[in-house]
């Protein structure tokens, strides 16, 4: 390929920094984090716990649906925390000022609580908000870092989250207001989650695709393999006629059973190994499953949790890959392998 037209050659990437710019030392970005740690400790120290107390017990006693609201970086934090009750089984919700106006206001009831998070109070949005959802009957909260605000004088409830000011040189980003109100927020919510006796089965269920989710949801019945896809074989089988069923299904064994599936043994990828040492001549073409298969192999049932498999696979005197599953009658009903479970996300 040809080189471009003058015109169409592309810029060279520029060499330097511009001249405007600093190097940032290690010691500047240390300091920051210091201030950072003395602001937020200065929250901590000057946090009015009777407030915090009584906003939380209101929550706690909401006996319908708690909204949350706020614009711009506020609206981010708000909506977060929203997400945090939702995940400990909390019912919440976020409520954009903008879209409420406009008719999402619908969702809101005389049941419900409404919190609005603003660091001044006097966020116009907010403020256009409140008479419309007053008027529904909603119990209004403010969540404010500045004090004597229009937002708070006009709700039933404000809590002040003292600021001593934002770690932008300006003091004016909200980087330290939004913490204090994640910080807030967030610890607001586990003290909930430890009033309403949440327990891990319960948090397990609204986090299914997480690892701690499937641990604790997960039934070996549910990840593991049944009907034509079990390695079966009879004990009077010959091992040499076994070795594509041995293969073909991917659980490194075959599972020995009787006429009414009930489980015999199991033979591995090892035992077969055992099997061609030990063997000579043609007395490997005579031996049959049964000869050489492992007798009290571990099992599992199929209502123990996935988790447990896993556990027992990997207990003393030493691992394994698979564990047969059998009813209260050892009847063969399925195959539970360590592949499968990492598979699984566990």
Known sequence: MGSLPPSLDLPSPPLGKPSHLQLLSETTLLNLFKSQQSHLNYFFQNLDFSQALSFTQTLLNSRGTIFFSGVGKSGFVASKISQTLVSLDIRSSFLSPL????????????????????????????????????????????????????????????????LERELCPFDLAPVTSTAIQMVFGDTVAISLMGARNLTKEQYAANHPAGRIGKSLIFKVKDVMKKKDELPICKEGDLIM?????????????????????????????????????????????????????????????????????MQKMESPPSPVQFLPVIDHQNVLIGIITLHGLVSAGL
């Open 241 to 309: 006629e076994q070795l594509v069923e041995l293969s073909s299904k991917g659980c490194g064994c075959l599972l020995v059973i009787d006429n009414e599936y009930h489980l015999l043994g199991t033979f591995t990828d090892g035992d077969l190994r055992r099997t061609l040492i030990k063997a000579s001549g043609e007395a490997i073409f005579k031996l049959r499953v049964g000869d050489m298969c492992n007798r009290e192999p571990r099992t599992i049932g199929p209502d123990a949790m996935a988790v447990e498999a």
């Open 99 to 162: 879209d409420a106006l406009h008719g999402d206001i619908g969702a809101l009831s005389s049941a419900d609580v409404l919190v609005l998070f603003s660091k001044s109070g006097s966020t116009e949005e907010l403020l256009r908000l409140l008479p419309c959802a007053r008027a529904k009957g909603v119990y209004l909260i403010s969540v404010t870092s500045v004090s004597n605000n229009a937002l708070a004088n006009a709700c039933d409830m404000n809590v002040h989250l003292p």
